[in-house]
């Protein structure tokens, strides 16, 4: 499998490029490097605080004659400052400009978690605005407007459970479409995806490979042995083995890379396939453990816990 499709047949290819904590000094070369060995599905966000380098990046692959536009996916997602019907396309607006594009292929709200405007990271209850003040299913009438005005193709939302899919599926003109959530083998999210899959909503995976972000965590899945075991057997590395099995399970995968080889490794995932067998066992070792919490967005007396963001 090399793309997931969507309701109108668009297909968008399984593996794509992440761009989250690539800085902008390094972004640029990932993506130009990125397209020139083969990737032409690229993961943005305006939070990433790097859109106008991977901008830079894919118009400078089109002039090089490397690709079209059109022959790439690319995919941003609205901050949480931007809740609110009025607010979201002002927003998409800056990111097709620090894009240099003038659609998006998926736009995609980014949390569940609004925040007042100005705020990136909050640090006091004051910082946020309970969804009860700006519901999701308001967000979700900007969201439908950019696919109106052609300023996107498809929209999702990302980090969203299933209660949350349900409240803006409840009243949605256009129905979500995707759900980028995080997913490897140690979060398997079968539960989710059942639903996603029983109304037509795609998964993306992000940190598919277990995210390097806390570098003292024991819980490493690239160092897990029954992965590296079914590496050693499959001729495969362990990211490879981490992204076939997401792939396998027909989720689209992001994994970060600002290394040439690693890039090259992490796409040459397509050239392989896990065995039924290797894939059981993989399914074995779902810990239900998120690297990405959501405890960031918990202060003290704040409206929001990473438990109601997870499972209310
Ligand atoms: P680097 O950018 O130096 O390659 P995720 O996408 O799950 O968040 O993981 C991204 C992290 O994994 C980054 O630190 C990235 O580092 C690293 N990484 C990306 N590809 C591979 C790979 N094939 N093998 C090992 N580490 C990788």
Known sequence: MTSLKFRNNDEMPILGLGTFRSEPNEVYNAVLLAIKIGYRHIDCAAAYGNEKEVGKAIAEAVKQGLVTREDLWVTSKLWNAFHGEENVIPALNQTLKDLQLNYLDLYLIHWPVALKKGTEMPEKASDFIPLSEVPLTNTWKGMEATLKQGLARHIGVSNFNENQLKEIMATAVHQPEMNQVEMHPFLQQEELKAFCVQNDILLTAYAPLGS?????????????????????????????????????????????????????????????????????????????????????????????????????
């Open 212 to 312: 390097l972000v806390d570098e003292n965590t024991t819980l490493r899945l690239l160092e897990n042995d029954r992965i590296k075991s079914i590496a050693n057997a499959r001729n495969m590395s362990p990211a490879q083995v981490a992204l076939a099995y997401t792939i396998q399970r027909g989720v689209a995968v992001i994994p970060k890379s600002i290394n040439e080889a690693r890039l090259l490794q992490n796409l040459e995932t397509l050239n392989h396939t896990l065995t039924e067998e290797d894939m059981a066992l993989l399914k074995d070792l779902d810990k239900g453990h998120r690297f990405i919490d959501g405890k960031f967005w918990e202060v003290e007396n704040g409206p929001y816990t990473a438990d109601s963001i997870w499972n209310n």
